[in-house]
Nanobody
Framework: QVQLVESGGGSVQAGGSLRLSCKVI?????????IGWFRQIPGREREGLAA????????YVADSAMGRFTISQDNAENTVYLLMNNLKPEDTGMYYC???????????????WGQGTQVTVSS
């Protein structure tokens, strides 16, 4: 069983940065493909931001995240990061990581999900 724990969310002013962490606390070797980051903004569908394949380091980044968000990994710590720069109030929402995509890595169809971490950006 793969278990994921997100951390690093919080409140920040517009223009600030946050680095979210997704630690795989169990089942890391059971992950068969990628780990992705998603967000749920109130009133909108859950949105894929970025994904990484731990074995190769290959990444996918959504157009909405390109240029501001960077996904990376620390395999020794079984952790995937999402660095978010130049945050805007419209980035406010709940951020989730997930493991093992059923289809495209930016579709929210994953086998395992974390509980999420809240990001709030004030103007």
């Amino acid at each position: 069983q793969v278990q994921l724990v997100e951390s690093g969310g919080g409140s920040v002013q517009a223009g600030g940065s946050l680095r979210l962490s997704c630690k795989v606390i169990s089942g890391y070797d059971d992950i068969s493909n990628c780990i992705g980051w998603f967000r749920q903004i109130p009133g909108r569908e859950r949105e894929g931001l970025a994904a990484i394949y731990p074995g190769t380091g290959s990444t996918y980044v959504a157009d909405s995240a390109m240029g501001r968000f960077t996904i990376s990994q620390d395999n020794a710590e079984n952790t995937v990061y999402l660095l978010m720069n130049n945050l805007k109030p419209e980035d406010t929402g709940m951020y989730y990581c997930a493991a093992d995509a059923y289809r495209h890595p930016l579709y929210d169809e994953y086998k395992y999900w974390g509980q999420g971490t809240q990001v709030t950006v004030s103007s």
